[in-house]
């Protein structure tokens, strides 16, 4: 398998190329940023590596240089929108293998890829990934672990540093959210960095159990212990065992069954329905709420002790349109997952259907953008989603209702001052500055520069 690693902070274009790469049998990994690069460089062997020349944290020649005193057979090819002459002599000097101008079409670049990869008759990358037979393609990509993508949204970043900070420990987790949002996919990545990764994970919604079955399905219940009861049971705290329990909805719990569950959490012992012996479990508990707990708590709904028990550590789990730069990122990703599910083979997302998405709000955040995405897949019958397929409520948008448009560049002649009025709003935070002129970084800095505008 030919290794590629594409380092390129334009979210859109770095993920149809990934997607166009990975549907020719290329093993291509997307990064968006020099510092995951040099990581990316540590922990693999890559037969070609396409960066970007222009990075928000380095230059795409200071990952050229750190390439080729590394591993000199490693074929570099650079990227740019910038159409500059010197920087290409520089980049041909330095040991680039060619350099290529944005905008491109993927079909354009396979060749030098092609020739790159046939210059010095380069082989496979032997490394423990490829150097034995690899089972069938996994949804899965760099940036994503069972279902959690990263993003690279300043949101999304704080919410990873999070889950890095507290999976190593013991401490129970509460997390918050909208529904939709992907908190079962937050704890199950909190789970497998954890020191119980090898353990069970065992989801509970808490909605969905039935009162008066509450007890048998947390603790377990003995064969005859009550009407109905025709065998053993197995209750989630022991099916949990040595491993994490996550207990989605828990506002829905009881407050007979927070008395339960509060002792259960205290004692580390449960006792099942019928029986007399206690049962000793060692688990890690993580919870999570779409409402206000602590309101609920205030109101008496909720165990102020219970509540305290579950919350040693929280985590507020963004809303989608809290995180626009990563829509394009899970949208990828579910359409990987339709595209395996329905047996398609849809390429990507027209220009039509992102404008679409971008201008859209997603209140039923990821949730509602998986089923849409899987919907368009189905519909499609062309290598890119057209906006026709997507629902009225997406397509038809108006753009002028979306106050994200505001500040919206090439709209408006004076955009310098639009630039810096957006930068005032943000407190001088580039990032957010984009997001609110409705650009990416990377424009933002060539922006900057052109105005002479200086932080």
């Not at 020649?61 to 740019?80: H, R, S």
């Not at 350099?99 to 670049?109: D, N, Q, T």
């Not at 109905?228 to 994490?244: L, P, R």
């Not at 998986?370 to 009225?392: D, F, G, S, W």
């Amino acid at each position: 398998m030919i290794n590629i690693l594409i380092v390129e902070d334009d979210v859109p274009f770095g993920t149809m190329l990934k997607t166009f790469l990975n549907k020719r049998d290329y093993e291509a990994q997307l990064v968006f940023s020099g510092e995951e690069a040099f990581k990316k460089l540590k922990q693999h062997t890559f037969n070609l590596i396409l960066t970007d020349v222009r990075l928000p944290d380095t230059s795409g020649l200071d990952i050229l240089k750190e390439v080729k005193t590394d591993n000199a057979e490693t074929q570099v090819i650079i990227m740019t929108g910038y159409a500059e002459i010197s920087m290409a002599v520089q980049a041909m000097k330095i040991g680039a293998f060619d350099y290529v101008s944005k905008p491109f079409r993927p079909e354009a670049i396979l060749q030098t890829i092609e020739n790159a990869l046939t210059h010095n008759e380069i082989k496979p990358a032997k490394t423990p990934e490829t150097a034995a037979p690899k089972p069938k393609k996994e949804i899965k990509s760099s940036n994503e672990s069972a279902g959690y993508v990263k993003g690279v949204s300043e949101a999304a970043i704080k919410l990873s540093d999070y889950i890095d900070l507290v999976a190593p420990t013991n401490m129970s987790v509460l997390i918050m959210g909208e529904s939709g949002t992907g908190k079962e996919q937050v704890a199950k990545s909190i789970h497998e960095k954890s020191k119980r990764a090898a353990a069970p994970f065992v989801a509970v919604d808490c909605g969905a159990i039935p009162k008066e079955l509450a007890s048998s399905e947390f603790f377990g219940h003995l064969k005859g212990s009550f009407t109905g009861a025709i065998n053993d049971k197995t209750g989630h705290f022991e099916a949990a065992n040595g491993g994490t329990l996550f207990l989605d909805e828990i506002g829905n719990l009881s407050y007979e069954l927070q008395v339960q569950l509060l002792r259960a959490l205290q004692e580390r012992k449960i006792k099942p329905v019928g029986s007399n012996t206690e049962i000793q479990v060692d688990i890690r508990v993580i919870t999570a709420t779409n409402e206000d707990l602590a309101q609920a708590v205030r109101d008496g709904e909720f165990r102020e002790d219970l509540y305290h028990r579950l919350n040693e550590f929280s985590v507020q789990v963004p809303s989608l349109k809290e995180r626009k730069e990563d829509l394009l990122l899970f949208a990828e990703y579910f359409l990987e997952e339709a595209n395996a599910e329905l047996e398609k083979n849809v390429i990507g997302f027209s220009e039509e259907a992102i404008t679409a998405f971008k201008n859209y709000n997603w209140p039923g955040n990821l949730r509602e953008l998986k089923n849409m995405v899987k919907r368009a897949v189905l519909l499609t019958q062309e290598n890119l989603i057209p906006v026709k397929v997507l629902p009225h409520e997406i397509a038809s948008v108006d753009i002028t209702s979306n106050p994200e448009t505001e500040y919206g560049l090439f709209k408006n002649k004076n955009e310098e001052q639009l630039i810096i009025d957006a930068l005032e709003k943000a407190g001088g935070n580039k990032s957010k500055a984009a997001r609110l002129l409705s650009i990416d970084r990377k424009t933002l800095y060539n922006k900057l520069k052109q105005y002479g505008i200086k932080l």
